[in-house]
């Protein structure tokens, strides 16, 4: 037994850390470097980038070999989730033609401008594997962009364009890529082929997601809040991934559309759900997100070495698509977006104006990511093999470390510098007119309860002043502290908690009815949605 121990010993150091241990390592840097992140203003997963890129330099240091395949399936699906929960269907609407003009137009313009580009700096390479390469580096990576919208307090209706753009893109770029490395393989390029494709994943994608979201909502009234209501939340975006990618269609589509599908329900167990699942889906986009961007960093070296001919003309290929993919997002943004405005000032709709300076940062924020890994990761190998596959793979990933480096570290300068950011006393005001709408709320309902059945007055006193306390945390309503002196029984207090359950729901369903008003904010609403539920969660 000893002799094969050792032996298996040897073995694991001739191939390096296993991917069990690499992934821990990645984990406990994410942990400790996010804070740093946050201190610095920069997205944290260009930290970690770089961290993967400074540990894969270090002599001795190996990376296993990781099958692309498992990237999409396992990674994307939860980050897509976490990001979508953020959002709403009002706001797509409202902004649909701008998030379409970004999420379908641009995606495939920019494939098209990189294969042009990529045939002609890489000789011998098929047109067609120049469009699968550039439907992996077209879309930007939806966490980078929803990290960049948080952290550096962009305005409302520029966010929720740039998390549009982001949640939206990877189902064009994905299937394009799909059908581009489908021609490339077999030879044959039918563009009828590739729009019929195109549409029927979407379709399937948008059925799924709504199919799943209507039956987990109906799953979710009847389970235990906890911890059965928050397995199912947690193991849904990749079940709703796994059965659109079965049915031939977008599993990106069907994860994002089970998270604005679910949205926010205003009743105590949904309340109690969303406590547990936002706390765990923070720490699951955090973990991943940081694991997947320190990795590329990493394996950035192990690429570079397989890629045949001088190392030089690789890099400077690379870096001629890189500046393919950043100029034509600034020449198809400022043109489109004004006419987009026009159009708007033309129809009389009501809102914030995207000028020069929000077009740039728009424009600059153009960093790619996970969706780009996996993709060119799953580039086919063995026989007959794709073309150029290896330095295409090298390609993409100069692609994210380029973009995340040196647009993410500037991207807070650019906002400064040009003043992009949401005003504070805007947040503060919309989150007073939510806060006032859930107290209205909840007298309406005090007051139906009051006239509908046998209550006692000491009873709804009591849960009138415990109403006017918690409005009052709220920074609405000053109030004095009421008398709690006395002993209460136990059929008084489980009275007191009822008619408090009820005031809440009402206040909760008003705030959840909110997030599908144009106008909304829908941060705010969770904001204001978190405080309601954490109240819930008090004793009195």
Same mark, same amino acid.
Do not use: C
């Given at each position: 037994?000893?002799?094969?121990l ?31 992140a ?59 033609r ?15 401008? +990189? /294969? *042009?580009? #990529? &045939?002609a700096?890489?000789?011998?390479? =098929?047109?067609?594997?120049?469009? %699968? $390469?550039?439907? !992996? ?34 189902a ?6 799909? +059908? /581009? *490395?489908? #021609? &490339? ?5 039918? =563009?009828?082929?590739a729009?019929? %494709? $195109?549409?029927l !994943? ?13 039956a ?33 269609g ?31 889906w ?18 950035i ?12 003309v690789?890099?400077?290929?690379a ?31 009501e809102?914030e ?52 480096v ?14 992009v ?66 002993a ?9 908690n ?14 959840s ?20 539920d ?7």
């Amino acid at each position: 037994m000893t002799p094969k121990l050792g032996n298996a010993n040897q073995l694991r150091r001739e191939r390096g850390a296993s991917p069990m241990a690499l992934l821990l390592l990645l984990v406990i840097a994410t942990v400790l470097l996010a804070p740093v992140a946050e201190r610095m203003t920069v997205p944290y997963p260009v930290v970690m980038l770089m961290f993967g890129l400074v540990v894969g330099v270090v002599p001795g240091v190996s990376v296993p070999t990781v099958d692309g395949d498992w990237i999409l399936p396992v990674v994307l699906p939860p980050l897509l989730f976490a990001a979508a929960r953020r959002t709403s269907w009002r706001q797509f609407l409202d902004n649909r033609r701008a998030i379409g003009l970004l999420a379908v137009a641009l995606v495939a313009v920019t494939a098209f401008a +990189v /294969a *042009v580009v #990529a &045939t002609a700096v890489v000789p011998g390479l =098929p047109l067609i594997a120049g469009v %699968a $390469l550039g439907a !992996a580096v077209a879309p930007p990576d939806p966490v980078a962009a929803t990290a960049v919208a948080r952290k550096l307090r962009l305005p409302r209706r520029l966010r929720t364009i740039l998390e549009g753009e982001g949640l939206s893109n990877d189902a064009t770029s994905l299937v394009l890529y799909e +059908v /581009a *490395v489908a #021609a &490339t393989l077999t030879g044959a390029v039918s =563009p009828v082929k590739a729009a019929g %494709a $195109l549409t029927l !994943a979407i379709a399937v994608g948008i059925g799924v997601g709504v199919v799943i979201a209507v039956a987990v909502r109906w799953l979710l009234i009847r389970l235990p809040a906890h911890p059965a209501g928050s397995g199912l939340i947690l193991v849904l975006p990749f079940a709703a991934y796994a059965a659109a990618d079965a049915a031939h269609g977008s599993g990106v589509l069907a994860v994002v559309t089970v998270a604005l599908g679910l949205s926010r329900y205003g009743d105590v167990e949904s309340a109690q759900t969303r406590l547990v699942s936002g706390t765990t889906w923070e720490i699951v986009e955090l973990l991943l997100t940081g694991a997947a961007f320190a990795f590329v960093g990493l394996e950035i070296r192990n690429v570079a070495g397989s890629v045949p001919g001088p190392l030089d003309v690789a890099i400077w290929q690379a870096l001629a698509v890189t500046a393919v993919v950043v100029v034509v997002r600034f020449a198809w943004i400022f043109p489109v977006t004004s006419v987009d405005e026009r159009v708007r000032r033309r129809r009389g709709v009501e809102a914030e104006p995207v000028g020069w300076r929000e077009m740039t940062v728009a424009s600059w924020a153009g960093m790619r990511g996970v969706v780009t890994l996996a993709a060119v990761l799953a580039l086919p190998s063995g026989t007959p093999g794709f073309p150029e596959r290896d330095r295409l793979i090298f390609i993409a990933f100069v692609v994210i470390v380029t973009t995340m480096v040196l647009q993410g570290l500037t991207l807070p300068l650019v906002v400064k510098r040009l003043g992009v950011v949401a005003s504070d006393d805007e947040r503060h005001r919309a989150t007073r007119e939510l806060v006032r709408r859930a107290r209205d709320a909840g007298s309406r309902r005090l007051d139906e309860i009051r006239g509908d059945g046998p209550w006692d007055a000491e009873i709804l006193g009591h849960a009138q002043d415990n109403a006017d306390r918690m409005w009052h945390s709220m920074e609405f309503t000053p109030a004095e502290p009421g008398d709690e002196q006395g002993a209460r029984s136990a059929d008084h207090a489980a009275a007191m908690n009822a008619v408090k359950d009820e005031i809440l729901t009402a206040a909760r369903q008003e705030i959840s009815s909110a997030r599908a008003e144009s106008g909304v904010d829908p941060v705010v609403v969770d904001a204001v949605l978190k405080r309601l539920d954490a109240r819930g969660s008090q004793p009195d």
